[in-house]
């Protein structure tokens, strides 16, 4: 098969999920009510502005009310926490995002834990980490949820599968497994999670029908580590110094991806893979939140 046959489009499964949700976000607005995302930015990480940019921008194409809060990186602790209370109290607002990583004096867990889960759209509350490792969720972690229809959309279902996921991170590693061990249709897999303490990695992914790489590791998955026909999903997004490119760097993924293409039978490019479908998912989630504060079944 030709390398574009074998590309997972994330941009075109995204634009799908952004699709049906209009449906939606028309029924709430014709009983007055918008669906309101509000995004903390604390300090001034570039990739972090620049994702906010794309979520809030997202937002409005579908019509769906985006406030972005800035504040500088000296913000204590206390300010912060006043904010999200303030946040969780209005009505306006039903989706809360905490853009990470926050500047380092101030506790991560300790603002999502001000969040009110029922607005925790990231899906990174404990409370909402601990009704989707029990199987009832509330809310799903964007990037795992957008991976999982990914995979849905392209037709391919991970029950019954092998899928090896590098990485045990927070965002990516950790609840995208509890979520593709569930008994759930679209998921029901044998998960293996590779970390530092992996002693042949090589060897897990070889076995592998599935293999999400989410390790910040640029191009680590080459094509000696997969097997012929696996689908490769990459979430990583690398950048890479490069003084013959225009911008003086490089996005890699974490998956070397001229030479995993060879042997894959689907694979994500970077960009235009994972990406557009954890802004594609947070609208969901946002949609969700506001059908769920309103009490309304839609
Ligand atoms: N930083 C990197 N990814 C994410 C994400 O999905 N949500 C938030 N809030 N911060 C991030």
Redesign the pocket.
Known sequence: MSKQGKLIDGKAIAKEVKVELKEDIAALKAINITPGLAAVLIGDDPA?HI?VKSKSRACKKLGIYSEVIKRPAETTEEELHTLIGELNERSDIHGI?????LPDHLDELGAVLNVDPLKDV?G?HPVNIGHMLLGSPIFL???PYGIIRLLNDSGVDPEGKKVVILGRGN?VGKPLAAILMQKWDGCNATVTVCHTGTTDIPAETRQADIIVAAIGRDRFLTGDMIKEGAVIIDVGVNRVEDPAAEKGYRIYGDVDFDDCVIKASLITPVPGGVGPM?IAM?MYNTVMAAKMLTGLSL
């Open positions: 972090s994702y995002l905490i853009q990470s990583p990231d990174f972690s964007c990037t965002i954890t947070l």
